[in-house]
């Protein structure tokens, strides 16, 4: 895990700080995203940080069953919110639902996964000394940085 927050030589807080508490967000709980969300939450729980999901209803059996698999293993929760596909007003209240998730669950990091996940994770309020990371496939350097904050 990271170290300790400290006060450097100028008295100045470092940057570091210990991660306890991590809350991924995603769109669809399915395929490569959903198999990679699946990879960090087993690597952040065996780590020792408390990890949380946020998602939309699971399209199918299939995808319903690899979730509630997950289910045991995010001690912050399975947190399953409506979400379209594509851009909307629904936005506003998923918005308004995750910042109040995050709120109550306290994260040190939000991580998103996608498009619908990042611009949730980055736009949600609630945690507001969160570190927030997305991950797509521009995004992968900072991606594999969280994910390295989070091993510490």
Same mark, same amino acid.
């Given at each position: 895990?990271?170290?300790?927050? &400290? ?15 991590? *809350?991924? *967000? ?24 408390? *990890? ?26 399975? &947190? ?12 506003? *209240? ?18 998103? &996964? ?39």
């Amino acid at each position: 895990m990271a170290a300790a927050a &400290h006060s450097g030589q100028n008295g100045r807080k470092d940057a570091r700080k210990s991660v306890r508490r991590a *809350v991924h *967000v995603l769109r669809l709980p399915m395929g490569g995203l959903f198999r990679h969300v699946r990879d960090l939450v087993a690597g952040q729980q065996e780590a020792g940080i408390a *990890v949380g999901v946020i998602c939309a209803e699971p399209p199918d059996e299939r995808a319903a069953a690899a979730l509630a698999k997950l289910a045991p293993q995010c001690g912050l929760g399975l &947190h399953v919110v409506r979400m379209s596909r594509l851009p909307g007003l629904g936005d506003i *209240v998923n918005i308004r639902e995750v910042s109040r998730l995050l709120q109550w669950l306290k994260p040190d990091i939000v991580h998103g &996964h996608g498009a619908k996940g990042g611009m949730l994770a980055r736009l949600a309020g609630g945690a507001p000394d969160a570190l927030r990371s997305n991950a797509n496939s521009a995004g992968m350097a900072e991606n594999r940085r969280v994910e390295i904050l989070c091993l510490r």
